[in-house]
T-cell receptor
Framework: DTGVSQDPRHKITKRGQNVTFRCDPI?????LYWYRQTLGQGPEFLTY????????KSRLLSNRFSAERPKGSFSTLEIQRTEQGDSAMYLC????????????????FGPGTRLTVT | GQQVMQIPQYQHVQEGEDFTTYCNSS?????IQWYKQRPGGHPVFLIQ?????EVKKQKRLTFQFGEAKKNSSLHITATQTTDVGTYFC??????????FGTGTRLTIIP
């Protein structure tokens, strides 16, 4: 399977614990995005990478969240001192290349990691 | 901030009936993309529209981009049970990341 993969698929953690999620994009894609999705809502942008460079972080992303893509391939998203409000589906997506004429290209989503904070 | 609104939020249709979802923005849209998310699944890319007034078709699906680039629509003719899911529009507003709409959840009554 050459699609976007995410691990783990489900994570239950206690409030205050740290969690880390991994995303493996489609191999030739140099753009990687992280989104958060809560029930009944559309995906909400968190951050994105062009190769290993983190180009933008959402203002909604508190300093408890950090993301890395050290070699321009897989990416990790860490949440420190989790709170109940962090419970959501965390989606990763990759895109084949940067913008063309200022237009974002289609994104390919992974299955997501569902986080439950108790 | 830039927002994308979709209506209706929910739509229940008899199998075989048509379905339309609308995407609106107070800010000029740049590059509308449509995604489908099946229940329990992840968003899957359907189409991209960039030109004012553009119309694209995929079998029973017709996508339109408004002349003023403030709205877009997705129309499904003769719905089937496989069309069940939530349909999202998304735009990059020229800044290289997507802002998703609120989605329209389609259910089919057999």
């Amino acid at each position: 399977d050459t699609g976007v993969s995410q691990d783990p698929r489900h994570k239950i953690t206690k409030r205050g614990q740290n969690v880390t999620f991994r995303c493996d994009p489609i191999s030739e894609h140099n753009r990687l995005y992280w989104y958060r999705q809560t029930l009944g809502q559309g995906p909400e942008f968190l951050t994105y990478f062009q190769n290993e460079a983190q180009l933008e972080k959402s203002r909604l992303l508190s300093n408890r969240f950090s993301a890395e893509r050290p070699k321009g391939s897989f990416s990790t998203l860490e949440i420190q001192r989790t709170e109940q409000g962090d419970s959501a589906m965390y989606l990763c997506a990759s895109s084949p290349r940067g913008t063309s004429g200022g237009k974002a290209h289609e994104q390919y989503f992974g299955p997501g990691t569902r986080l439950t904070v108790t | 901030g830039q927002q994308v609104m979709q209506i209706p939020q929910y739509q229940h249709v008899q199998e075989g009936e048509d379905f339309t979802t609308y995407c609106n923005s107070s800010t000029t849209l740049s590059n509308i993309q449509w995604y489908k998310q099946r229940p329990g699944g992840h968003p899957v890319f359907l189409i991209q529209l960039v030109k004012s007034g553009e119309v694209k078709k995929q079998k029973r699906l017709t996508f339109q981009f408004g002349e003023a680039k403030k709205n877009s629509s997705l129309h499904i003719t003769a719905t089937q049970t496989t069309d069940v899911g939530t349909y999202f529009c998304a735009d990059d507003f020229g800044n290289e990341k997507l802002t998703f709409g609120t989605g329209t959840r389609l259910t089919i009554i057999p």
